[in-house]
């Protein structure tokens, strides 16, 4: 049976996540019919060609990153629990995820080093892992600058696997920091202009905490930022 609390706080996600939709998916959307208003039946030079597609690519681009997300999401929250619970090795998880991500560091020359030691083998719940931890290091690779690294390490701390990943890139205002888990409608862009979706991270906050888990970050503006999160270990 769910707890009043529960379902309180389980509705309460879901109102979030129609919010974020409307706002995130209908925008875009309505910027690209707008722009197809705007060029239907006219003519395009060489230069108004390039703009206009750019100015498409970025609205598609947002709107399939947000779609992405709440995919993941739905994947963990949709599929039975129990049956995405395994003892695997925490190092060959992270390198599947830091394989997944090529495409992303290949475009910045960025490199994700690994200091998880090969012996940590836990019993956790892969998707919700998977989740979190590649919704990190792309937010790391976002905002780094070209041919720097991020780094992750994992930990066994008690009953909880603790991770943390880092980087040196653009870092974080005091400011932004205090509200990085909420869901403000807007997005910074990347060190090369990339765009997100805007809810990776509230997203990861969210499901943490309904998990029984953590997600906490640190930054110095200008130096990097550091994100850790902690996840339960179930006994097999």
């Not at 409608?185 to 509230?202: A, F, R």
């Amino acid at each position: 049976m769910i707890k009043i609390a529960e379902y309180d706080n389980y509705n309460c996600l879901q109102v979030r996540l129609l919010e974020m939709i409307a706002h995130d998916v209908k925008v875009p959307l309505d910027s690209l019919a707008q722009l197809l208003s705007i060029t239907k039946g006219k003519i395009l030079d060489d230069e108004e060609y390039t703009v206009f597609f750019d100015s498409i690519d970025t609205h598609v681009q947002s709107s399939r990153n947000l779609m992405q997300e709440l995919l993941n999401w739905a994947k963990i929250r949709l599929v039975g629990s129990d049956d995405q619970y395994d003892c695997v090795s925490i190092k060959d998880m992270n390198a599947g995820i830091i394989k997944s991500l090529e495409y992303f560091t290949s475009e910045k020359n960025i490199s994700i080093l690994d200091h998880t030691s090969e012996a940590l083998k836990l019993f956790i719940h892969i998707n919700l892992y998977r989740f979190i931890v590649r919704n990190l290091l792309i937010n790391g690779i976002k905002f780094s600058h070209e041919r720097q690294k991020v780094y992750i390490k994992a930990y066994h701390n008690n009953d909880s696997l603790e991770i943390t990943v880092s980087d040196t890139g653009v870092g974080i205002s005091d400011d932004k920091l205090k509200e990085i888990f909420k869901f403000t409608g807007k997005t910074d862009l990347g060190t090369m202009n990339e765009k997100g979706s805007g809810i990776g991270l509230m997203l990861c906050y969210e499901i943490l905490k309904q998990y029984g888990g953590k997600l906490w970050a640190e930054s110095t503006l200008g130096a990097g930022a550091t994100f850790c999160f902690s996840v339960p270990v179930q006994r097999e």
